[in-house]
């Protein structure tokens, strides 16, 4: 018997060393995984806050540019469209972020225009309720800002570890998949132009 477990023994530890290591990298990369979608989830919250905020800033607006109907009807459009497209962050790909990234891009483009509407109207510009909403507005573009980045962070790190040597031999034996990351729309690198 003693024979027995002197032979095994370096089969044993070489087991063992290897269930340590799968076990590590599989624990490491579910937690990696995990704070990836757990990043998608704010990136997702920042959103629905801007969501949020627009139908008391279109009743605003309308509250003083009755007239400019069309470009309350585009925000209220485009709200729609933005809320309506979901991620299942278990499964997040470069056309799902496309898409998700278009709708969003949609709403902000009916925002800017609102926006600028709103520079015809100088007593609705200096409404104190205006004022309030365009800064949490304001607010909630940096927060989204700040939120996509910590997404990219995070599945940065999730990506890494599952490319590197020897996660990159269990990854597939896991079903462990490259995340997509956050990525600005082609001519974003453009500052849009505003006419008055």
């Known amino acids: 018997m003693?024979?027995?477990?002197?032979?095994?023994?370096?089969?044993?530890?070489?087991?063992?060393?290897?269930?340590?290591?799968?076990?590590?990298?599989?624990n490491n990369a579910i937690v990696y995984q995990e704070d990836a979608k757990t990043a998608w989830?704010?990136?997702?919250?920042?959103?629905?806050?801007?969501?949020?905020?627009?139908?008391?800033l279109v009743n605003t607006v309308k509250g003083y540019a009755k007239h400019e109907k069309e470009t309350l009807e585009a925000v209220i459009k485009a709200r729609a469209a933005a809320t309506q497209t979901k991620i299942d962050p278990t499964n997040i790909t470069p056309e799902q972020l496309a898409q998700f990234q278009q709708a969003q891009?949609?709403?902000?483009?009916?925002?800017?225009r609102l926006l600028v509407t709103v520079e015809k109207y100088?007593?609705?510009?200096?409404?104190?309720?205006?004022?309030e909403l365009q800064s949490q507005l304001e607010g909630t573009e940096n927060r989204i800002k700040v939120e996509r980045d910590r997404f990219n962070d995070a599945v940065n790190v999730y990506n890494i570890h599952i490319k590197k040597f020897p996660g990159r031999l269990f990854a597939g034996l896991f079903g462990f998949k490259e995340m997509a990351r956050f990525s600005s729309e082609k001519g974003a690198e453009k500052a849009p132009?505003?006419?008055f």
């Not at 891009?105 to 800017?112: D, K, N, T, V, Y």
Request: no cysteine; aromatic share 12%; hydrophobic share 45%.
């Open 2 to 26: 003693k024979k027995l477990l002197t032979a095994l023994a370096p089969f044993l530890a070489i087991a063992f060393l290897l269930y340590v290591t799968v076990g590590r990298y599989y």
């Open 193 to 195: 132009k505003v006419e």
């Open 122 to 131: 100088p007593e609705l510009k200096a409404d104190k309720h205006f004022l």
């Open 105 to 112: 891009q949609g709403l902000s483009g009916a925002l800017s």
């Open 41 to 56: 989830s704010k990136v997702e919250s920042a959103y629905q806050r801007r969501a949020d905020l627009i139908p008391n």
